[in-house]
């Protein structure tokens, strides 16, 4: 058996959220709680309620969305702090890891020295650390914040209830057998056990006996990235520290390429002799070597030329990468896969935007929406080519009951169907659209149309005849916000001279928002 050291943080989502215990809060998912603070359960909330059964329960009763990324990435510092003890760590879920203790004890003067330090350092996010034989008995220890004497594992796991296992199927049918603990499940057969509960019931057998036989899956501390130049003597200008801001760039681009991965944000550090600091992180994609001496030179440059510039010399960089992703390859741009090329257009687009400022250089990327105006936006060039506002696109897509999808892919109800039109108007053109009688077209409420389109003028000009439709696909858009709600209806439209339009119809007025070609 591996002595193990577990580290369980209480409520960990509600912790991650923001959220302390004295606080009535319920993390919600699919309907039901997941987790709840301390004083939501004093409230009486407990998991696997409905939402409103958890609200009539407790009024006032704070409810978040369940987030497993944000619950990870809160953790991380937490598994930082555990690594300076052990640096091989296993996150068993967000909110609780586990170490194996054999080396940190003996280094950290026994089992009871270990814990107690542990617990030190994780106690600002109320953190407990337990020690035991095995992984399971662990994390039991850990919530009572024990250290469980070597060979003593299976006393004390004998006065849980078989509920610890987190097998429900199993549990229930224990207890109505009348087996209501680990130690009355341990103290049965195990020959008896694997022929009634199977593989599984055999399993759970030797966890209840204290026989976790599980190995940990400790991971592997990523490498340190950073890196630094101390400059002497201390640079006066922003040439002499680019100089170096550039050695430190190659550097840095030759480790992240040797390893197959790629920089999606990077950390900025610049130091004087007078130990003023000035820390900056830059989003971006594709960095390169001359990409990221660039955003050294805009920090110092506008450190430089504020009113509180540095009273002293330039005596460290240091770059720093934020966030790393596999690098999955690179696209061949525009100027093809010459390399010089690139840069030298990355270089000029670079200038340009120091010069001007971020937004002055964008970039179209897809971004989803109803209308094909919206189905393309700009972001600053260098940025991740992710529009600002699919974040809350997804969210309100949750919210209506689609599925999570990609923005540019949906949920978009109303959505104009393929193919695009080749010209989108900035401004629609004013249209007029009547049925074979001359009376203008109306849609309904329900997306009904009055009549079949007949005859088309836009902008004034003569009437042409419709010779082929299709529609309408009505879009209602913001109806939770009384005063940004719009309703409207698009239609494709094919004249007699061969020309075909994208057509909407809002409050009785028609326009032309886009063409075919």
């Known amino acids: ?111 009871e020295t270990l814990a107690a330090r542990v617990t030190d350092a994780v106690a600002h996010v109320g953190g407990r650390a337990g020690i035991a034989d095995g992984p399971f008995a662990a994390e039991l220890a850990a919530h009572a914040g024990r250290v469980v004497p070597e060979g003593q594992t299976p006393i004390f796991l004998s006065t849980f209830s078989v509920d610890a296992l987190e097998r429900p199927e199993l549990s229930d049918l224990l207890h109505r057998l009348g087996i209501r603990t680990l130690g009355a499940f341990a103290a049965l057969p195990p ?15 030797r966890l209840a006996s204290g026989q976790d036989e599980r190995p940990l899956a400790a991971r592997i501390p990523p490498p340190e990235l950073d890196v630094t130049a101390e400059l002497d003597p201390p640079a006066e200008r922003v040439e002499t520290a680019l100089f170096a801001a550039r050695g430190l760039a190659h550097q840095l681009c030759v480790e992240l390429s040797a390893r197959g991965l790629a920089l999606s944000c990077l950390r ?8 003023e600091t000035l820390v900056r992180r830059w989003r971006l994609e594709g960095a390169t070597p001359l990409a990221l001496a660039e955003r050294v030179r805009w920090q110092l440059d506008g450190w430089l030329a504020r009113a509180n510039a540095p009273t002293a010399s330039l005596t460290l960089l240091r770059l720093a990468p934020e966030e790393v992703l596999p690098d999955e ?55 991740a080519r992710q529009p600002p506002s699919s974040v809350l696109a997804l969210d309100i897509a949750r919210i209506r009951g689609y599925p999570a999808q990609e923005r540019s892919g949906g949920p978009w109800p109303g959505r104009v169907p393929t193919p695009s039109p080749a010209t989108v108007h900035g401004n629609p ?79 009785g007025r028609w326009s032309v928002e886009a063409s075919y070609d």
């Not at 020959?191 to 057998?205: E, I």
């Not at 610049?270 to 130990?275: I, L, Y």
């Not at 687009?349 to 989803?368: D, K, Y």
């Not at 088309?456 to 709600?485: Q, Y």
């Open 1 to 111: 058996m591996t002595r193990t050291l577990v580290v369980w943080c209480p409520d960990w989502p509600v912790t991650a959220a923001g959220f302390s215990a004295d606080e009535p809060v319920a993390v919600l998912f699919a309907n039901r709680v997941v987790a709840c603070s301390a004083a939501a359960r004093r409230g009486g909330v407990r998991r696997g309620l409905r939402r409103r059964q958890a609200e009539a329960h407790c009024p006032g009763l704070k409810l978040v969305a369940h987030d497993p990324d944000g619950e990870a990435r809160a953790f991380e510092p937490v598994v930082a702090a555990v690594e300076a003890f052990c640096p091989r760590v296993e996150i068993v879920r967000p909110g609780v890891c586990a170490v194996a203790t054999r080396g940190p004890s003996r280094y950290f003067g026994g089992d």
């Open 191 to 205: 020959a008896s056990v694997l022929a009634r509960f199977g593989a599984d019931g055999s399993a759970a057998h």
């Open 268 to 275: 900025v550090e610049a130091e004087t002799e007078h130990g």
């Open 329 to 383: 390859g690179r696209q061949l741009g525009f100027w093809g896969g010459d390399r010089a090329l690139d840069d030298r257009a990355a270089r000029a687009l670079l200038h340009v935007q120091g010069l001007l400022g971020l937004e002055a250089v964008t970039t179209a990327v897809p971004a989803g929406g109803r209308g094909p105006a919206e189905q393309v936006q700009l972001v600053p060039w260098g940025d």
């Open 429 to 507: 053109i004013r249209a007029e659209v009547v049925d074979s009688q001359g009376r203008p077209i109306a849609v309904s409420g329900r997306g009904s149309a009055s009549a079949e389109p007949a005859r088309l003028s836009i902008d004034g000009g003569p009437w042409t005849d419709v010779v082929a439709w299709a529609g309408p696909w009505p879009v209602d858009e913001r109806w939770w916000d009384p005063h940004a709600h719009r309703r409207r209806a698009r239609w494709q439209v094919l004249t007699a001279d061969g020309t075909a339009h994208l057509l909407a119809v809002e409050g």
